[in-house]
């Protein structure tokens, strides 16, 4: 495979950071996004010790601040020819609900939505692109979730597993929805689930969070492992990979019903491009 530009957000730490250091290996040029300037600039300290050639560039951006998405785009179209490969890997989980400046509930703002605006956005210079192809990490956590309730901007009740398992979901859908939008062109929109992984997940919170990602590192897998399924991808010819697909251990693995509602996706993909002020219908390429 010729080398590509490939963004991968959540490039900090964890999973976004480990693939991001294999696919520079590989010899791609790779854009990685953090959600702030701090933790850009420890990334591209470590990634340096890492590895010293590597062709990582990194942009801070909250995804849950849609300026600042705006901002991002606009710098990116400014800056790069081409974008061959969109990974949509940024993620946390909230144990006390947050609400954005939009006043969106964060987990939902961070995992999905800002990632649907970030995409569209991205949109024309991807499908421009040659092997064109987006990547959204969701979980294996989607199977319990449920899409159609009513409090998916503001949960009175607020419940962080439930919430993290919503956005997961709605990143599946998501997948299915622009996968059937873009049948008719070149661009393979995937999902995959990278396996149980002890990262930092659970530590963008003040109390429990030090002890949580301690547990975490008991049970879980390493990020290098975690990346295997994302590199496995973006490095796949587009003829390997079937479109719309779920991949687990870098095999497609069947989706649960719920995830590949096009009725539900269809309701979410109207209610994201509202809150977004973006138009329902993808412009006519
Ligand atoms: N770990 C698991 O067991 C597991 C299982 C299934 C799925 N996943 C998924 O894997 C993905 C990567 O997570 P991880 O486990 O590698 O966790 P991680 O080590 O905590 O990495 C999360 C990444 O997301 C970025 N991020 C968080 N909030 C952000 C925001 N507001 N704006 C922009 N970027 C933000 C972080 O950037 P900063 O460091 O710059 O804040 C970091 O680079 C997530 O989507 C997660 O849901 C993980």
Redesign the pocket.
């Known amino acids: 495979m010729k080398n590509k530009t490939i963004i991968i957000?959540?490039?900090?730490?964890?999973?976004?950071?480990?693939a991001a250091i294999e696919l520079s290996r590989r010899g791609h040029s790779i854009i990685?996004?953090?959600?702030?300037t701090?933790?850009?600039k420890?990334?591209a300290e470590n990634s340096s010790k890492d590895f010293s050639g590597n062709t990582i560039t990194f942009f801070?951006?909250?995804?849950?601040?849609h300026e600042?998405i705006y901002n991002l785009a606009n710098l990116l179209y400014e800056k790069y020819e081409a974008i061959n490969i969109l990974v949509?890997?940024?993620?946390?989980?909230f144990l006390k609900k947050i609400l954005t400046n939009e006043g969106i509930e964060?987990t939902f703002?961070?995992?999905y939505l800002?990632h649907f605006l970030f995409t569209r956005l991205m949109l024309n210079k991807i499908i421009a692109s040659d092997n064109p192809k987006i990547i959204n990490?969701?979980?294996?956590?989607y199977k319990n979730a449920q899409i159609n309730d009513d409090d998916l901007i503001d949960p009175i009740r607020y419940s962080p597993m439930k919430v993290?398992r919503r956005?997961?979901l709605a990143?599946l859908l998501f997948t299915r929805y622009l996968g059937n939008e873009l049948s008719d062109s070149r661009v393979i929109v995937v999902s995959m689930?990278?396996?149980?992984?002890?990262?930092?997940?659970?530590?963008?919170n003040e109390r429990w969070g030090g002890t949580l990602t301690k547990l975490?590192k008991l049970i879980?897998?390493s990020?290098k492992k975690?990346a295997q399924t994302i590199i496995y991808l973006a490095s796949a010819t587009n003829n390997q990979l079937i479109s719309k697909q779920y991949y687990v251990n870098s095999e497609i693995e069947q989706l649960l019903p719920h995830a590949t509602n096009d009725e539900d996706a269809k309701i979410l993909w109207d209610m994201s491009s509202k809150l977004c002020n973006l138009p329902s219908d993808l412009p006519q390429n």
Request: glycine share 16%.
């Open positions: 957000t959540g490039a900090t730490s964890g999973i976004g950071y480990e990685g996004i953090g959600s702030s701090i933790s850009c420890r990334a801070p951006c909250d995804l849950s601040k600042e949509n890997n940024a993620g946390s989980i964060k703002s961070v995992n800002g990490v969701s979980s294996v956590a993290y956005s997961k990143q689930h990278p396996g149980i992984i002890a990262t930092k997940i659970l530590s963008r975490f879980g897998k990020p975690g």
